[in-house]
């Protein structure tokens, strides 16, 4: 967050935009259906790693999701993909 | 060659928190770009979803060197940034322009044409959710017969315009089609064309929920349905050479082939076809894979220039 | 040893744009600009630029593949005319705004309809706010001066802006002159390699012109506008430097011919700048006080220096090749607000001539002069603009 300027002086010349996680704020106040997943049905075959929009499944190594639910949207793709339906969308008053 | 979505890398381009809508299809086809194509890559985009994806100065959600340009530049932009690599005697830098299907079809296509017909080596995608999403969904020539759009309430009474073709008679080295449901066959295109020296083209459709009305978990369900009944066919057009890839490439056979109303059904914007527009549709389909057929069969040389797909 | 040639102000457009190393054209055909692209052309073919050549489909390509080589980091040339450049009119903001230092050469012609393939400034002008620099030649030897010295102005770190070269089509276009052309190496000692603001890098990823918001939006208009000023500052210095080099000058952003005692002004721009000269000379043989200033920049605009000539002279008269429909030439509406806040503000009257090609001689502006003198002693502008030689 360093290259945020401030003043004019700090500003470039032109709109130079810096990559940042979350350019968008924190996208998992978007949601409405959190995803959770059965970790004893996940055969980690990386469908929903791959299909997810937002890149808020986080690959581990032994290739199980781990959802970011900072910026997860709920659109359900990885539940609806899941070849074991592994995964469950909630509702988030649930919680 | 790669099997499985397992070998794709890690490594994320198309940062988290971006501001693409809820189950948007062009934003896991840029993820599988960038697993395609790493991140040695210049970036033209002009005005699209894509634009608003990045999120507002100074941030940006996309790591990889990004030039915004005119809704109807960016193959001229791109031709810019092509020649003055070159000049700068810089060849690990592949340059992709990525624009919608408005940005295609329509007020793009001039440059698009130009750039094509002056052999620009560089790779052009057009992510199509077949209407100016941005915008608000209205009619492009990308839009499908029956579609809901605004400018359309009661559905759109033409044809989608065929854009693949139209860039095939150009003669480029390669023309593909794809489709985020299919991860393999796009990033597999994607490295294809990165190899090949000359003008690039893939066409891919990118289901839309919020403009297609249907739920966002339904996107690569609905993009494997357009595939499965036919709607959309996968195919690559390599130095004229017209092939079908899995799984389009097995259903020629009408027999195979969902019924068009299942991907109907599922998606709002299709929400007023009467019996008769799908029968029409439905005609129109098997009409196009009687071509395919014809061009699957025919000689190499002359694969674009038969019948209308 | 300098080269003395003798062409067109195209051709040597085409040879300003070989000395000054461009790295990447890109152009699209338009009458009277076609014979800058195919000089170019000819270079090419024959060995003499090592550039890359791209014959775009259209103007507005022709922009945005500039704009595309000048963030890949390279210095870049085109030229257009008329339609040409009102085809580009969203590029050129895009351009400016990407603060890009891209020279381009505009071959002033009418706009239509109807069609004209005839000069005036009605082309350049209506681009007036787009943030380029604009500047008006009067001769070829201009022409070449203009285009290299652009160059080091445009990549100044205090200015990089795009800068628009204008000429008059067929009047200088096509119009074979004597030009001194410097040696190569005395070019590059003044014109440094190619520097711009940024460039796209794979070593520092960013994202160029996504969406800005209102809280930001303003500071980036800002930064233009004071570009522009720092442009103005530049301009004469450059200019000097040029003539401590090359021994010719053009009068930074305007050319003064016999100001310094003069009543009456006559403010022109481009060639009809040397036709003023004359006329001038012609009326102080009559023993009037007359001088010429010539607006070689137009963008920035020369407000300050307007107003120093305001000091000395009664009265300031404007010659536009060029209407604001519905107002006045902008040449006469930039004048008048350059002097507005002065307490003993001269009277400035507008002249319309020349539109669409038509001749405007050294006797027609000796006509005009001599009205305006009558109106000065009278103390009263009898017309805010004048349309010269109109059929009844």
């Known amino acids: 967050m360093s290259r945020v300027p401030k003043t004019r002086k700090e500003m470039p010349l032109t709109p130079l935009s810096f990559p940042t996680v979350g350019s968008m704020g924190k996208t998992g106040t978007w949601r409405t259906f959190r995803p959770e997943v059965d970790y004893s049905k996940c055969t980690r075959c990386t469908l929903c790693w791959i299909y997810c929009p937002d890149a808020a499944i986080i690959r581990q190594a032994d290739d199980s999701p781990k959802i970011d639910y900072d910026y997860c949207k709920g659109c359900g793709i990885c539940a609806n993909e899941c070849p074991v339906k592994a995964i469950t969308m909630c509702r988030e008053e649930e919680e | 060659m790669m099997v499985t979505v397992k070998e794709f890398s890690k490594e994320e381009y198309l940062l988290k928190g971006h501001a693409a809508c809820a189950g948007c299809g062009p934003a896991i086809s840029l993820r599988l770009l960038f697993k395609a194509l790493g991140n040695k890559i210049f970036l033209v985009v002009p005005a699209c979803c894509t634009t608003v994806i990045q999120g507002p100065y100074p ?59 002056r052999e620009t080596d560089f790779i052009y995608i057009c992510y199509d959710n077949e209407a100016y999403g941005n915008t608000g969904m209205q009619r492009s020539g990308a839009t499908p017969y029956g579609a809901w759009t605004t400018t359309t309430p009661s559905g759109k009474r033409e044809r989608k315009k065929d854009m693949p073709l139209i860039m095939a008679a150009h003669k480029i080295p390669y023309v593909a089609t794809a489709c985020p449901s299919y991860p393999i066959d796009f990033v597999s ?35 494997r349905l ?43 914007r299709f929400r007023n076809l009467t019996e008769e527009d799908i029968d029409r549709i439905q005609k129109g389909v098997d009409e196009d894979w009687e071509n395919y057929r014809a061009q699957t069969s025919c000689s190499a040389s002359d694969a674009t220039l038969h019948g209308k797909i | 040893m300098a080269q003395m040639i003798i062409d067109t102000a195209n051709h040597i457009a085409g040879y300003a744009a070989k000395a000054a190393r461009v790295k990447v054209v890109a152009a699209y055909p338009i009458t009277p600009q076609t014979t800058v692209v195919e000089k170019i052309a000819e270079f090419v073919e024959e060995g003499k630029m090592d550039i890359e050549y791209i014959r775009v489909e259209s103007e507005h390509s022709a922009m945005m593949a500039c704009i595309g080589a000048a963030v890949t980091g390279v210095r870049t040339f085109t030229a257009t005319s008329a339609h040409g450049l009102a085809l580009m009119h969203e590029a050129l903001h ?6 890009l230092p891209i020279v381009m050469v505009v071959v002033n012609r009418a706009m239509g309809a109807p ?48 800068a628009m070269v204008c000429l008059e089509g067929f009047i200088l276009s096509h119009t074979y002159m004597p030009v001194k052309i410097p040696k190569q190496e005395e070019i590059d000692a003044f014109l440094p390699p ?8 794979l070593n520092d990823p960013i994202s160029h012109a996504n969406l800005v918001s209102p809280e930001w939006f303003m500071e980036f208009r800002y930064m233009i506008q004071e570009a522009m000023e720092n442009a103005k500052q530049l301009i004469p210095k450059i200019d000097r430097e040029y003539r401590e080099r090359f021994g ?27 036709d003023a000269k004359i006329a001038v000379d012609n009326l102080r043989k009559e023993g009037l006080k007359v001088g010429s200033a010539r607006v070689r920049v137009f963008r920035p605009f020369p407000t300050e220096e307007i107003g120093k000539l305001a000091e000395r002279a ?79």
């Open chain 2, 59 to 117: 941030y940006t959600s996309f790591s990889v060197p990004l030039q915004n340009v005119l809704f109807e530049s960016t193959a001229a932009a791109a031709s810019g940034i092509v020649a003055a690599l070159h000049q700068r005697n810089v060849k690990d830098i592949t340059v992709v322009g990525w624009a919608g299907d408005g940005g295609t079809v329509d007020i793009g296509i001039q440059a698009l044409s130009g750039a094509a017909e």
């Open chain 2, 189 to 223: 295109k994607l490295r294809k064309a990165k190899e090949i020296k000359g003008t690039k083209y893939i066409h891919i459709l990118a289901p839309c929920p919020t403009g297609w009305r249907y739920d966002t978990g339904k996107t690569v369900e609905l993009g």
């Open chain 2, 226 to 268: 357009a595939v499965q009944t036919g709607l959309w066919a996968l195919y690559e057009i390599e130095n004229g050479k017209f092939k079908l890839n899995p799984p389009s490439d097995r259903l020629i056979d009408k027999a195979k082939r969902k019924s068009v109303k299942e991907y109907f059904a599922l998606q709002g």
């Open chain 3, 94 to 99: 895009w351009a400016s705004g990407s603060r």
């Open chain 3, 115 to 162: 069609w004209s393939i005839m000069p005036d400034f009605s082309d350049s002008l209506s681009q007036r706010d787009t943030g380029w620099l604009q500047f008006y030649c009067a001769d070829n030897q201009e022409v070449f001066d203009t285009i290299i010295q652009t160059y080091k102005l445009c990549e100044n770190e205090r200015v990089f802006l795009p």
């Open chain 3, 194 to 201: 190619y520097k711009s603001g940024w460039t796209l890098d």
């Open chain 3, 248 to 274: 010719v000058e053009h009068g930074g952003l305007i050319e003064k011919y016999r100001c310094e005692d003069a009543d009456l002004l006559l403010l022109t721009m481009g060639t009809m700048g040397s």
């Open chain 3, 314 to 392: 009664q009265m300031l008269t404007s010659i536009d090749r060029h209407i604001s429909f519905g107002m006045e030439g902008f040449l006469a509406t930039e004048i008048k607000a350059s002097v507005f806040n002065r307490k003993d503000k001269p009277l400035v009257a507008g002249y319309i001539a020349g539109l669409g090609g038509r001749d405007v001689t050294s006797g027609t502006l000796e006509k005009i002069a001599k009205k305006s003198l009558k109106w000065m002693r009278d103390g009263k502008v009898e017309k805010e603009t004048t349309w010269v030689d109109l059929r009844e």
